[in-house]
Each structure stands twice: as C-alpha cells, then as structure tokens.
C-alpha cells in the first residue's frame, strides 16, 4: 500500500482545459478513490480523495478534472475497465472501475457515474423508453476504455 511511508510517483498532468483533445466520450461522476493491485488504497498525489471530477475520454487519454486534483491516464497506461456493484466493500449504483498502470504499478479506479445533466442528453437516453429514468451510460464507458485498452496487452 502508498501509506504514508511510501511515495505515490507524481501523476500526468491535464493540459489547460482549452487545450484538451476533442472528446470522445464525456460525463460527469464522483471519483472514489484508487486501488493498487492488492486491493489497497493508494494514498498520496490526492488520489485518497473522493471528490465531483468530469471525465473527458479522447484517442489520447482518459482525462479526470477535479478540484481535489486532476490527473491523465494516457491511452497507452489503460489496461481495461469493468462495471461493478461495489467499490472497497461498499455498494456503489453505476460504477465504472477503470485499470491502469502507472510508473509499474498496477491500479484500479472507482467511479460512480452520474445520470446526464444536459437536455439533450436526457432526450437521448429517454428515446424508446418513455418515461424511463435516466441512466448513466456505464456499459458504453466500460467498452470504449476497454477498445482503446486491448492495443496495450
């Protein structure tokens, strides 16, 4: 574990806000917290923090603004994601956990994914269901991480 006698090594940085790829995806989410490969959570660089955060996922990388501290994960350092139904023993509705790695440790990123916020969003995700709630698109975060993972195996 990245307790307080070990060093978490520094995270990629965003760029300026103006300056980030074209989106392939966005959403906006609660960021839960990091996990290392033995299920431990790493503390240091901020990553301890839950916090609001939005999710920006381009060719380049997965992009996660927070006010607790942004961070990138290249696109190359992604190993996969998955949804779940619960993140350090606690339920969690619409979580997206996301693998990578970073300075040759392996981790493992819990988000819970909020509904959409914009009108059109909302349109979009009530289109043949009428009435139906809105719901964050979870399984559409898990394919598109794990499509831009599977060149790095």
């Known amino acids: 574990m990245f307790g307080r006698t070990s060093k978490v090594p520094a995270l990629v940085p965003i ?20 996990l290392d490969e033995k299920g431990e959570r790493v503390v240091g660089q901020s990553l301890s923090a839950k916090s609001a955060a939005r999710l920006s996922l381009s060719a380049e990388a997965l992009d996660v603004v927070r006010i607790a501290g942004s961070f990138r994960i290249r696109t190359e350092a992604l190993r996969g994601a998955r949804a779940a139904e619960s993140f350090r023993g606690k339920p969690v509705h619409d979580l997206l956990l996301v693998r990578w790695s970073h300075e040759g440790h392996d981790w493992e990123t ?11 969003d909302a349109a979009k995700a009530q289109l043949g269901s009428k009435g139906a709630a809105i719901r964050p698109e979870v399984d559409a975060w898990v394919r598109s991480i794990s499509k831009l993972a599977r060149g790095n195996a």
């Open 15 to 34: 760029p300026p806000i103006s300056e980030l790829p074209p989106a392939k995806m966005q959403a906006s989410a609660r960021y839960l917290g990091t």
């Open 110 to 120: 819990g988000f819970r994914m909020e509904a959409a916020r914009s009108v059109k």
